[in-house]
T-cell receptor
Framework: DVKVTQSSRYLVKRTGEKVFLECVQD?????MFWYRQDPGLGLRLIYF???????EKGDIPEGYSVSREKKERFSLILESASTNQTSMYLC??????????FGQGTRLTVV | AQSVTQPDIHITVSEGASLELRCNYS??????LFWYVQSPGQGLQLLLK??????LVQGIKGFEAEFKRSQSSFNLRKPSVHWSDAAEYFC????????????FGTGTRLTVIP
């Protein structure tokens, strides 16, 4: 089975901190994604990557950056965390255009 | 632009009753279609998918969905709901060419009453 692992289930950070969310997949998938989930808004794509060192902006990239130095790892970076970035963050991976496999999510609270 | 609409924000059904969750999409060609389920505090789990062929697809946990090209719909159904089906359900669309990401609907929360 595909496994997508997010490094933290819950995080509490202070406003202005630099925050790293890590995601690792074990199925050699080319594509990896970061989504943000908020009530009533569904899942919104922040960034995705289709290869090592390649990245594409999604619908809401402002305030975020990403890093993909190795195929299995995709990191989401909040350069200076703000309270409006309090949310559930979901990482996913996929092979070609097939279904995405999701991690358990990281619930981030910025205080 | 592609879009996915789930018109029902919240649905309540009695245990043992049938269920249909609606999903409509907007896209110029036949997309790949998915239904995911999310239990509280968890990630998303794939229920079923449609790529091509038979328009009625079977998934896990007794769910099925039917692709209707003329209506741009991919509704999810289950003949008899169990209390453990209470969760949030997301419809998603993937493109057959171009971008590899999925476009999600806003979700339908299912409550099951005894």
């Amino acid at each position: 089975d595909v496994k997508v692992t997010q490094s933290s289930r819950y995080l509490v950070k202070r406003t202005g901190e630099k925050v790293f969310l890590e995601c690792v997949q074990d199925m050699d998938h080319e594509n990896m994604f970061w989504y943000r989930q908020d009530p009533g808004l569904g899942l919104r794509l922040i960034y995705f990557s289709y290869d090592v060192k390649m990245k594409e902006k999604g619908d809401i990239p402002e305030g975020y950056s990403v890093s993909r130095e190795k195929k299995e790892r995709f990191s989401l970076i909040l350069e200076s965390a703000s309270t409006n970035q309090t949310s559930m963050y979901l990482c996913a991976s996929s092979f070609m255009n097939t279904e995405a496999f999701f991690g358990q999510g990281t619930r981030l609270t910025v205080v | 632009a592609q879009s996915v609409t789930q018109p029902d924000i919240h649905i309540t059904v009695s245990e043992g009753a049938s269920l249909e969750l609606r999903c409509n999409y907007s896209y110029g060609a036949t997309p790949y279609l998915f239904w995911y389920v999310q239990s509280p505090g968890q990630g998303l789990q794939l229920l079923l998918k449609y790529f091509s062929g038979d328009t009625l697809v079977q998934g896990i946990k007794g769910f099925e969905a039917e692709f209707k090209r003329s209506q741009s719909s991919f509704n999810l159904r289950k003949p008899s709901v169990h209390w453990s089906d209470a969760a949030e359900y997301f419809c998603a669309v993937g493109l057959q060419t171009g971008a590899n990401n999925l476009f999600f609907g806003t979700g339908t929360r299912l409550t099951v009453i005894p």
